[in-house]
């Protein structure tokens, strides 16, 4: 890529990535507490405040942050089944989505999504559960931003495993042939659930896949915030300038299970798995640079702490939905009871 | 995105008198789409062979030589593609038509179609809407073979989410393409190969038929009487309409009175016309060339048993055997509801 695209990394915006980071850890470890706090002693995954499937995304916090940095409330953001990270950096409010994950009637879906379905039109924010299906769509609000001579884009966040989806390639072809603004982001954490990388990927790099059909791929090889910073800068820069989509891979981290309750037992590296969490590294990093000071990190900590239990306070206050409601929305029109 | 709370954007005429001009079936759906593409920048066209080919079935003949290809684009043969990218462009307020070429292909697009075209609006709690056509070339008859020649309506009726309709002539072509790209819901616009006017296929007489010149509505989820009839109720649509009304008229000189239900519309599903029309008749026979089991045909039984089982004085069901559609002509006109196996349940309709 052409370095004219490249936005200088200020040490503000270092300060950004990271409390946009601790941020995202924040919400996810409150989310994990509540989600087993009444999930005790024995495990039912229907049971409590938080029921369901939970795909926390501790870990991931660079690929976030890196890349929402670059966007505004005007952009598109399609994510995956394992959403709050891209969420929480695009600027989705925290307490509608909390409620949405609570099922709460005040949530972003009134309840009828939960925590893999949040929708915020105020931030053209979407996620779906099934994978690399979240890609066409972002197609679409690409294809409606450069209609209307706008220079928004849409970004489109998915998995490795997902790049072995047929979705993923014809998505990869049409964005390309119509020269869409479009970003597609990927997000490698090693795992597809409990099959590793090297047993679903006949390619080193999805950036390989990215020169096949003919857009600009790069892959970051270490889950460096500052790295997927860089790359995203550059790709949403193209696709603003009607240069057409891009794709960049993450090599991040799967901190936790694929969902909670998950214990990993496949995976061997399971006892060193924290000693690659990005954030304290990152956090070190700018301590040592200068451009962090103990207290500045225990401030951000505090805010994102306040934030966050705003948030659940919020959820575990608001009404759930009548269940009498349960016809409403299918339609536009009509039965909204 | 969409305003939640934006209202219907124009006030249309419904159901206005046929008039006398003359159009085919597949220039009647053409000319509702261009009479809202004058209107409405926000829609296009998009889907494969749409543009200079004119669709398949000639559902956007001579729309890119008015539009250009700006706004009716040939796609890729990417059908998860270019379905999900007209979700996302409806999502952001544009009222895309895409073409899915027949309605067979689903099996390779259908995750964008029933998890995403139809469940936004409802995971979102009505906070983002999908106004989006997506129209699809339905039926047999002409030795198509099994992967090219299904109806499946049902298939989409039994998902949640999505209005879905069926003309069976020029006129309600016309109207229900103009309420589909109005609706601020998700439509799939199903349409009969053979009501088509196709000069390449064997045509129904009436797939030519009066048509007005303005733009009108037909509503969706109204039934039509298409001829009424006091002894036998036959619910049905597309093709089939025209099989049962050719039917009605041979019975007719026999003292035979056959009442036949146009659909139109599975969802939403006038059951109260149905049920009116069998309150009348006491004898019911439902014409469907979808597969015979678990689909409309027992949808519509249910409709009038669930309201009241004494109505029904017989109920016969002429629809497609739970076979895959045969290649062979004679083979495949054994499965078909043809006009024989019509004109034969209406007869044991009649000794009961």
Redesign the interface.
Known sequence: MTPTHSQALTDDIRRGLLDTMVLIRTYEEAIRREYYADKQPAFDIGAGLVPGEMHLSAGQEPVAAGVCAHLTGDD?L?ATHRPHHVAIAHGVALRPMTAEIFGRET???????GHM?L?D?AT?F?C?G?IA?G???????????S?RGSDRV?VAVTGEGAANQ??FH??L??AA?WKLPVVFVVEDNDWGISVPRSGSTSVASNALRAAGYGMPGVRVEDNSVEAVYAAAGEAVARARAGEGPSLIEVHTLRLWGHFEGDAEGYRPELATVAEHDPIPRYRDTLLAAGILTTESYEAMQASAVTKVEDAIDFARNSATPDPLGHL??????GA?T | MTDASSPRRLALPTEPAAGSRRLSTAKAMQEAIAQRMDRDDSVFVMGEDVGPYGGIFSSTSGLIERFGPDRILDTPISETAFIGLGIGAAVEGMRPIVELMFADFFGVCMDQIYNHMAKIHYESGGNVRVPMVLMTATGGGYSDGAQHSQCLWGTFAHLPGMKVVVPSNPYDAKGLMTSAIETDDPVIFMFHKGIMGLGWMKKNRRSVAAVPEEEYLVPIGKARIARAGTDVTIVTLALSVHHSLDVAEKLEAEGISVEVLDLRSLVPLDREAIVRSVAKTGRLIVVDEDYQSFGLSGEVIAAVAEHDPTLLRSVTRVAVPDVPIPYAHQLEYAVLPTPARIEAAVRDAMAT
Request: charged share 10%.
């Open positions: 598109a399609t949530g972003l879906g009134h309840g009828r999504g379905h929708f039109p053209h979407s779906s099934i299906e890609l066409p769509p972002a197609l679409g609000q690409a294809f409606a931003f209609r849409a047929g979705a014809e998505s072809n049409l042939l409403g929305y299918v339609f536009s029109e909204h």
